[in-house]
Structures are given as structure tokens and as C-alpha cells.
């Protein structure tokens, strides 16, 4: 606390008399504000996943693979369903990647097993279902496979988006 000593002289013009004030400590004041703090939480899931890229192909590849990770943050032990759809430049349920430059297509699958057996998609049973378990973190391996690389394949960089679906 800061405390000032000041002295007033004051002169009544009217009865001309001088009138003094004696020193006094100032008075520290003190004002209350209530702040109201909030939060409200959703259930919910955010939702990521690394690019999957088969790399460089050179020469005769048969069936090139690669994995991408698909993860998940959502609010603890929530149950979801995740579905990816057919891309942007796919042919029916098939996918395809496509080089800008000549217009062709190169067909490719994502499976959500290692052995490659099991497709992932957006139809019913072809989607992943799990729980975020106690922490809320998850995280998928999703697998990519290109049938045929070499069958009607031109030189060139092929491209496709794909999105990813968390139902929960």
C-alpha cells in the first residue's frame, strides 16, 4: 500500500479565514468483479491421417504396396466407424489414381489388414470399427496395393484424394 502525506491550505474569501487540514495516509480501495469461466464439451473426434504414397516405381513391379496411418482423437471410450470413400477419379467402386498430364488411370486398393484381404470402403461391412478407449487416442494402419502397375501404365506421376469418414 502506497501512502501520501499532502497538506491543504484553504481561504475562505468570505470570512477570511485560513483554514488548514492536517496530513492524512491515502486510502487503498478495493473493487470485486465476478468473472464467469465456461466450458462445454463435446462428444466428438478430430480426425488425421498420413499421405499414402507408393513412392518411385522403376522397371517391372508386379504389386506395389505402401500404409498410411489414419488416427483419431476423440473423448474418451467413444465407440466409431470409420469409412473411406472411392476417390476422386475412381470408376465405380474402383479406385483410381490419375496422371494429369496424359489422362490415364492406374487402379489401387486400401485394405485395412496386413494380408491385403480385407478391403476398406465405405460400404457396411467394409468399414473399421473400434472404441477411443480411455486416453481417446487411436490410430489405424490403413494398406495400399496397386493391381497391375505395369498394365497400361505411362511414365508420369498419378494422383487421387480419398476421404475419410469417423461415424460416432
Known amino acids: ?24 495516509p491515502a486510502r487503498a480501495e478495493t473493487q470485486t468483479f465476478t468473472w464467469p469461466v465456461e466450458l462445454t464439451i463435446l462428444e466428438g473426434c478430430a480426425i488425421s491421417a498420413t499421405p499414402m504414397n507408393f513412392g518411385l516405381i522403376t522397371g517391372q513391379v508386379n504389386r506395389p504396396t ?6 483419431l482423437l476423440c473423448n474418451p471410450n467413444i465407440n466409431y466407424e470409420i469409412s473411406i470413400d472411392n476417390g476422386l477419379n475412381a470408376n465405380g467402386n474402383t479406385r483410381r ?6 489422362g490415364r488411370h492406374l487402379r489401387y486398393r486400401i485394405y485395412s489388414n496386413a494380408g491385403l484381404t480385407q478391403r476398406w470402403d465405405s460400404r457396411a461391412n467394409r ?15 490403413a494398406y495400399g496395393e496397386i493391381r497391375n502397375a505395369n498394365a497400361g501404365a505411362r511414365t508420369g506421376a498419378y494422383y487421387d484424394t480419398v476421404t475419410v469418414t469417423v461415424e460416432f
Request: zero cysteines; hydrophobic letters at 40%; aromatic letters at 6%.
Open 127 to 141: 468399414r473399421v470399427s473400434g472404441n477411443s478407449g480411455a486416453t481417446g487416442f487411436t490410430s489405424h494402419t
Open 1 to 24: 500500500m502506497i501512502t501520501r502525506r499532502f497538506s491543504l491550505i484553504a481561504v475562505s474569501a468570505i470570512s477570511g479565514v485560513a483554514s488548514f487540514a492536517v496530513s492524512m
Open 97 to 102: 489414381m490419375r496422371n494429369p498430364d496424359n
Open 66 to 71: 505402401t500404409t498410411a496411418q489414419i488416427s
